[in-house]
């Protein structure tokens, strides 16, 4: 009806620029909407300024509500609202934040999915208390019915919201004007989109194929030419949203702002819905072809740029994570569906603009991830917000201490249990119905481990936003604040205080081989490395996060003389986990390597013919600790993994683009089947199944069983065509992504959640915990300027002196494998420090061991007879003799690196 359309069309608006969130021109905030203030004095003043208008509820989004919400909160509200206003900044500034009121969008999303039900739930109860009012006119009562089921059929399919698409939002204006005048046709389009909206709501969330079945997205979300002209449209509206509230005082219209701005919010939450489900059907390239101007063509096919989508999104997010965050109320249901005053409404729209705002936004991001190496379409940059800075004015975050009784531990102990974790790959875990709509949400193992990362920080703005969009915060800050939570677990898991104790109470009762137990004490064989670790290591589980003191046999049986202040162990789990991941050594009697390289990205995969036997699993498993205690202290390490593995240990989903990533031939092969013409693909003769290898060995007999494997039930049978391609590929990307190696990844997963949380590598992209495991490999060797400022020396050695300069020559001439083995002699790791040399504790240093001038004169022979240089590990230290010529020093340096020698007593 007309009066439902109008009450409608005050009820929701459009948006794509900073919005205030309380509708009116508040000169404490940015005046300016599209100007974002980056003086971080402002940012914390932004803590104590509460963006929610007051007690706000959820206003439920359904079609029966809106008729009478909105003129019921304008006659109600209208006589408060000046005052409310008036009193605004002295309220909001006033109050502090609490956890509860900022509690994670993970939660915040299953509480908003609870109250879409009962909303729903409270329709169909009214509905069956008018049938039962019209029971006695039973001819009525069926007309009522009958009427509404097609009513309901007709929107729900998405056929009559088509319709109504092609009439608003023609090829051309021209065609749109034929029905109606300009303004008729605006006024129209309002309604239109905020029918769609309420539609919509049910799809609304963080989780991209939560929906994924939904009959209105499908219809809709894929005509490109409604989709450019509703970008259009909330572009245009929100540049009304600036010039209206530019040139109005803060006190006047403040309804009409208000208004605005719910429509702005709801046109922009339907807009990233639709958008977020039509990338889902896209791959890279056509993205890149169509989005963006990295093509042949030189510029985006659609007048939808993404760069305005990800710029426009990360301003709004700004204010509805930071300056003005959504907060808990604004998901209470009202007593009485109807009541919702206009900030009330406002409260909701801000909220599902949060929720779908996150889900588009973490959508591109993750492409933009896939496409990091070969194709960037946006800098790095582009991401982040305005710096941050918490009330605590904590650079890295403020972490909570670990130590202090404070629950934390409880929450660490979710993910570090000692038994097996079956469900390690959370792959974007949803729960929809028969028809494609999300039903009420609830907590998986993902969902608790944000939750128990979020109360590791201490501002829960930091923390709401490290556990939805990390990405915001730039990659040193987020390393910076990955090392406080080791560093804080480090100190309660290694804390060696009881031990001590129990030793000196031991000795002081005269105790006969009182021992120190506060350490794991392993002796390895240098040539039986892989074989002593796995059998004496693998067993521990969580409790390998304690310090592990190792001693060397060397090649001839006899034990190492040195002893191991921490340098030792970290040589040893660096020549372990080479050894480990080597893609051409076997290990035990199991058929194969655990881990292969590609032909083309010469990266590590899970070796996926490898038949999963229990013997097979427990390799994995410790090969997933080995490496979690490679992170856990913060050793880099060499191995350099697939993109698709590293999806995995973040816990998502693979797709049909990460498949080139492993074999990109194999990928190009599938995907030219979406393109082929119907006869060819017949001709191929293909069904739903897929054969595959796997390898297996028996008492040293080496066995090879193909195996074939259906797709779908009674796959086997069913032809592939060109109707059914599209839904063949990506069952075949699945399989060969998710599926075969999810038992060889799940007992990775196992033991590498020992010792590093889920939730904490969360924190990176996948390219970004390559980095995190590995350093920047683009950097050949290390970065001699920045060893250079960060040494120290001693022992009478000063920069200035001639021994040094040869020394700084002669590491500049060095070739990068040569400069990684005298990292690795120096400090017993190979690799560059993530955060450079100056966060090594203690910093490195070059100490001077003195040769006396009858050392120093037996130079015969280049000097083969001079005293070596040595190290000590535990301190990064280096002992350099004071050698008279660069000559002799350069062939003593290189021998002692390159000698591989273990550790003695010099």
Known sequence: ?????????????????????????????????????????????????????????????????????????????????????????????????????????TKLDQLYQSNINMAREEVLKKQQQGDNNNRGNKSNKDNQSETLYHIANAIGSGELISEWALVLFPPSLRAASKHMVEVELEEARHVFVSILSMVLSYCTGIKSRSCAMSPVLSKIAFQSNLMEQLWEYVQKQLDRVKTQKSRTEPTSSTTTNIQQSIRAFSAASTFCDLFVHHLLAMDDEEFLYVYTDKNSNGKARSSIGVMDIIEILKLNLYQLYWSKPVVVDNLKLPSNIGTLSLEENEGCQRLRFLLSGTKLWNALYQRWSRLYTTVKFCEQECWHFPRLVTREKDED????????????????????????????????????????????????????????????????????????????????????????????????????????????????????????????????????????????????????????SVTFYNQVGALEAGIDGGGVFREFLDDLIKEAFNPEKQHGNIGGPLFVESSSMQTLSVNTSLTPTSEVLSHYQFLGRVLGKAMYESLLVEPQFCLPFLNQLLGQQNTLDDLKNVDAEYYRHLSALRRMDAADIEALGLTFELSSQRHSSTDGNRSVATTTVELIPGGSSINVTKQNAIRYVHLVAHRRLNVESAKQTNAFLSGFRDLIPAAWVRLFSPYELQRLISGDDTVKGFDVADLKNAMQYAGGYHPSQVVIQWFWQIIEEMIPDQQGKFLKFMTSCSRQPLLGFQSLAPLPCIHQVRLSDEENSLTSGGGKDLRLPTSATCMNLLKLPNYRTKEVMKSKLLYAIESGTGFELS
């Open 1 to 105: 009806s007309s009066s439902s359309a109008t009450s409608i069309t005050t009820t929701t608006t459009t948006t794509g620029s900073i919005l205030d969130g309380d509708g009116d021109n508040d000169n404490d905030v940015d005046n300016d909407m599209m100007e974002v203030d980056h003086d971080d004095d402002d940012h914390d003043d932004d803590q104590d300024f509460n963006g929610t208008l007051r007690d706000t509820r959820f206003a439920s989004a359904t079609a029966t509500s809106t008729s009478t919400s909105t003129s019921t909160s304008t006659s109600a509200g209208a006589s408060k609202r000046y005052s409310y206003h008036n009193n605004y900044n002295n309220r909001t500034k006033s109050k502090r934040y609490t956890r509860q009121d900022l509690q994670t969008v």
């Open 397 to 548: 975050g403020a972490v909570v201490d670990t130590r202090g009784g404070d629950g934390m531990q409880d929450d660490l102990d979710i993910f570090m249990d000692d038994g097996d974790d079956t469900n390690s790959m959370d792959l974007d875990d949803t729960n929809n119905d028969q028809n494609g709509s999300s039903v009420t949400a609830t907590p998986t193992t993902a969902d608790e481990e944000n939750d128990a990362l979020a109360s590791s920080f201490k501002d829960p703005k930091m923390a709401r936003i490290l556990t939805s969009i990390p990405q915001a915060i730039p990659f040193d800050r987020r390393v910076k604040l990955f090392n406080s939570l080791l560093k804080a677990d480090l100190a309660r898991a290694q804390d060696e205080t009881q031990a001590i104790r129990n030793m000196m109470f031991s000795m002081a009762r005269g105790e006969e081989g009182a021992e120190f137990q506060g350490r794991i004490q392993a002796k390895v064989h240098r040539d039986q490395l892989y074989e002593d670790s796995m059998n004496q290591l693998n067993n521990l589980g969580t409790k390998l996060r304690k310090k592990v």
